[in-house]
T-cell receptor, first 115, second 106 residues
Framework: GAVVSQHPSWVICKSGTSVKIECRSL??????MFWYRQFPKQSLMLMAT?????????EQGVEKDKFLINHASLTLSTLTVTSAHPEDSSFYIC???????????FGEGSRLTVL | SQQGEEDPQALSIQEGENATMNCSYK?????LQWYRQNSGRGLVHLIL?????REKHSGRLRVTLDTSKKSSSLLITASRAADTASYFC??????FGAGTRLTVKP
């Protein structure tokens, strides 16, 4: 199947710093990518829908100034957690939608720990 | 959860037994997808079933869809310890239910 690369796979940062997570579709183009957040033993919560060349659509309750999303090309979307705090510590997962089939392919996730 | 629910929330079976997980949803769909997630990993796509399909097979997996009841089921036959994971369904709006945590005991 198609491959989505997510980087970094884990990151530890200090409170107040910003962290950028990349999501790349390696062998297909994705006009739409999705960012999720997952707490331990819970489901994935959709944070935002990232559309290539336009602004992301954020879910209710997700702060767009806190979680900056950029989808500058058909193969790359980035999520920047700005001014991170310990409560932002979580597992962040991206997915890319294959245009022809509608299937979602997921990255391996990025575990963020904010000290 | 952001959309329909999976049940049961947790399921523990012996190797060789079949495992059935259900997914309900609230609004109409174009398709429904099942995924598997090993702990701390990303999701792996298992099967996509379209709204005009009633059943699909892939190896030991069988998915059914009943649009009149707004529900789908995932059956894993002859389970193996390696099937231990969380299983999620997602409809075409890309939201997920709470998932079913399956444990297959060797």
């Amino acid at each position: 199947g198609a491959v989505v690369s997510q980087h970094p796979s884990w990151v530890i940062c200090k409170s107040g710093t910003s962290v950028k997570i990349e999501c790349r579709s390696l062998d297909f183009q994705a006009t739409t990518m999705f960012w999720y957040r997952q707490f331990p033993k819970q489901s994935l919560m959709l944070m935002a829908t990232s559309n290539e060349g336009s602004k992301a659509t954020y879910e209710q309750g997700v702060e767009k100034d806190k979680f900056l999303i950029n989808h500058a090309s058909l193969t790359l979307s980035t999520l920047t957690v700005t001014s991170a705090h310990p409560e932002d510590s979580s597992f962040y997962i991206c997915s890319a939608q294959q245009l022809n089939t509608g299937e979602l392919f997921f990255g391996e996730g990025s575990r963020l720990t904010v000290l | 959860s952001q959309q329909g629910e999976e049940d049961p929330q947790a399921l523990s079976i012996q190797e060789g037994e079949n495992a059935t997980m259900n997914c309900s949803y609230k609004t109409s769909i174009n398709n429904l997808q099942w995924y598997r997630q090993n702990s701390g990993r990303g999701l792996v796509h298992l099967i996509l079933i379209r709204s005009n399909e009633r059943e699909k097979h892939s190896g030991r997996l069988r998915v059914t869809l009943d649009t009149s009841k707004k529900s789908s089921s995932l059956l894993i036959t002859a389970s193996r310890a390696a099937d231990t994971a969380s299983y999620f369904c997602s409809r075409n709006d890309m939201r997920f239910g709470a998932g079913t945590r399956l444990t297959v005991k060797p």
